[in-house]
């Protein structure tokens, strides 16, 4: 008797009773039952997964490793497409199976794989059921697009709106915590760590159920969706076999609609939020928000708690304004809540960086020549900048040409409209002119070239600045600095990045 597997991916819609598991399993449970020298050994079915990968399909895997272990020696399946819609994945494992003396039968295909032209025939039908799959995340795509241009919202409900067929609906309770975030971090001009701690403190939870950290405050502050505005496809699929999904970083056009739905902060404040965040990393300190804008955010740490250091604008008599740091335990549960009594100015805390740095024996020269060097490639890699490289904006070029084909053939595959059609080839021939344009001006840039001996030097002199300290670098000083240690007897301890010593400092 020859045992027999069956494989099928199910569906879970409920109304779509032909891709049932149970009318799957009568298939297969008659099917063998006609071939008397045939035993069923078992049923394998993944529910609701793709076809396109089967790193998450559970008991395709399973049937493939009990396969491996010789449980059985043919696999049923109906046709291609449910086996996999991946032509690697297809011939890759048939060969497999077949190697190790496991046919697998395709039945409404009529292809079993120890057939002599069986490879050839299943080659043929897989690259078929691939570029189906093609055809169908295309469609998918095209179709989402043109509901998010109506207003569909594709997403999931967040703290202070609710998502439900497509549409954004305040949530009261969330809204209220949404208002006091925006109140605090744009009008009263509080921190976003301490606006966490506030939170905890009130017993708020964020929309998942954790506690509020610095970086949830930031990404409430970033969403456009609480001023009524919405943007979609933030993120992109770029391969229809592996559906993972990237940041969008221009690669797809974003889909923005201004006024979309009601919103929970006034256009005002959101526009003060902005500022102020752009104030705040006007450094290059990105997304990591409030708590690393400065160059001693979270480095100053207490040595009788553990917290780290706040830092607070101090107006001194003479009118000049100062940085200090003081212990965060203290700052936000009073006075009691930390006994260290130590208050930290940003002056001098970036002298004893100093003076920990000039006291190492540091050959800089080869460090100088190597920096240079790394800054010209840089530099002659792309002189115009990496937007615009006129190799990178010729790409660009390329890939709204294939776009503007795509168009034509999806009208006259009737996926979309005429005027779905005219509106996006005129917004791609409109790029076009766009990218067109700056590539003109990069070559222009291109042949001009640079002074690469000036250039060189004045490099060199910057980077020698840098490292003797004359002139003061965040980027460097964030680099360098790992920690900075305040004890109760007034004394500091200063680490730095991957150096063993300990610089100590007394008042």
């Known amino acids: 008797m020859i045992k027999v597997a069956g494989y099928c991916r199910v569906s879970t819609d409920k109304e779509d009773q032909a891709n049932s598991f149970a009318s799957q399993q009568r298939y297969f449970q008659e099917y063998i039952a006609q071939n008397p020298n045939w035993e069923l050994y078992e049923i394998y079915a993944d529910e609701g997964t793709s076809g396109t990968s089967t790193r998450k399909r559970v008991q395709f895997n399973r049937m493939i490793q009990d396969a491996r272990e010789g449980k059985f020696q043919l696999i049923l399946t109906k046709e291609v497409s449910r086996f996999?819609?991946?032509?690697?994945?297809?011939?890759?494992?048939?060969?497999?199976?077949?190697?190790?003396?496991?046919?697998?039968?395709?039945?409404?295909?009529?292809?079993?794989?120890?057939?002599?032209?069986?490879?050839?025939?299943?080659?043929?039908?897989?690259?078929?059921?691939?570029?189906?799959?093609r055809k169908t995340s295309n469609r998918v795509v095209w179709g989402q697009t043109r509901q998010m241009e109506k207003g569909v919202v594709f997403g999931r409900s967040l703290l202070g709106y609710d998502v439900k067929n497509g549409k954004l609906s305040i949530e009261p309770e969330g809204a209220k915590i949404v208002r006091q975030i925006f109140q605090k971090y744009a009008v009263e001009q509080v921190g976003t760590a301490e606006i966490a701690c506030f939170l905890n403190r009130e017993g708020h939870r964020t929309y998942h159920?954790?506690?509020?950290?610095?970086?949830?405050?930031?990404?409430?502050?970033?969403?456009?969706?609480?001023?009524?505005?919405?943007?979609?496809?933030?993120?992109?699929?770029?391969?229809?076999?592996?559906?993972?999904?990237?940041?969008?970083?221009?690669?797809v056009p974003q889909i923005r609609?201004?006024?979309?739905?009601?919103?929970?902060?006034?256009?005002?404040?959101?526009?003060?939020?902005?500022?102020?965040?752009?104030?705040?990393?006007?450094?290059?300190?990105?997304?990591?928000?409030?708590?690393?804008?400065?160059?001693?955010?979270?480095?100053?740490?207490?040595?009788?708690?553990?917290?780290?250091?706040?830092?607070?604008?101090?107006?001194?008599?003479?009118?000049?304004?100062?940085?200090?740091?003081?212990?965060?335990?203290?700052?936000?549960e009073g006075t009691d809540g930390c006994d260290i009594g130590?208050?930290?100015?940003?002056?001098?805390?970036?002298?004893?960086?100093?003076?920990?740095?000039?006291?190492?024996?540091?050959?800089?020269?080869?460090?100088?020549?190597?920096?240079?060097?790394?800054?010209l490639d840089a530099i002659q890699a792309g002189e115009s900048g990496v937007t615009d490289a006129p190799e990178q904006l010729r790409f660009?070029?390329?890939?709204?040409?294939?776009?503007?084909e795509a168009v034509i053939d999806h009208y006259f595959s009737g996926d979309i409209s005429k005027e779905d059609m005219l509106a996006m080839k005129k917004r791609y021939e409109d790029q076009e002119r766009s990218f067109r344009e700056r590539l003109e001006k990069a070559e222009v840039k291109q042949q001009q070239g640079s002074d690469t001996a000036q250039l060189k030097q004045a490099i060199q002199a910057e980077v020698t600045d840098l490292l003797n300290f004359q002139v003061e670098s965040e980027v460097l000083s964030k680099t360098l600095l790992n920690s900075l240690t305040v004890f109760q007897d007034k004394h500091m301890e200063l680490r730095l990045n991957d150096l063993p010593m300990v610089f100590r400092f007394a008042e």
């Open 84 to 133: 996999s819609r991946n032509i690697v994945d297809t011939l890759s494992y048939t060969r497999e199976l077949k190697r190790i003396g496991v046919a697998v039968e395709f039945v409404t295909d009529h292809i079993n794989t120890m057939d002599s032209d069986g490879e050839l025939r299943l080659s043929i039908m897989a690259t078929i059921a691939q570029d189906e799959s």
């Open 209 to 251: 159920g954790s506690k509020w950290k610095s970086g949830a405050i930031i990404k409430i502050l970033k969403n456009e969706k609480y001023v009524g505005d919405l943007v979609q496809k933030k993120t992109y699929t770029p391969d229809y076999l592996t559906h993972e999904k990237c940041t969008n970083k221009g690669q």
């Open 257 to 332: 609609i201004e006024n979309h739905h009601e919103p929970i902060i006034s256009r005002e404040i959101w526009n003060m939020a902005q500022k102020r965040m752009a104030q705040n990393n006007k450094h290059g300190a990105g997304d990591c928000g409030h708590s690393n804008r400065y160059v001693f955010s979270g480095k100053i740490k207490c040595a009788l708690c553990g917290a780290s250091f706040v830092g607070r604008i101090k107006k001194l008599k003479d009118g000049t304004k100062v940085r200090r740091w003081s212990c965060g335990t203290a700052v936000n």
């Open 342 to 375: 130590k208050l930290v100015r940003d002056d001098d805390a970036m002298n004893m960086l100093k003076l920990a740095v000039r006291s190492l024996s540091l050959d800089v020269k080869p460090i100088i020549v190597n920096i240079t060097a790394l800054a």
């Open 396 to 404: 660009e070029l390329d890939r709204l040409q294939h776009k503007k």
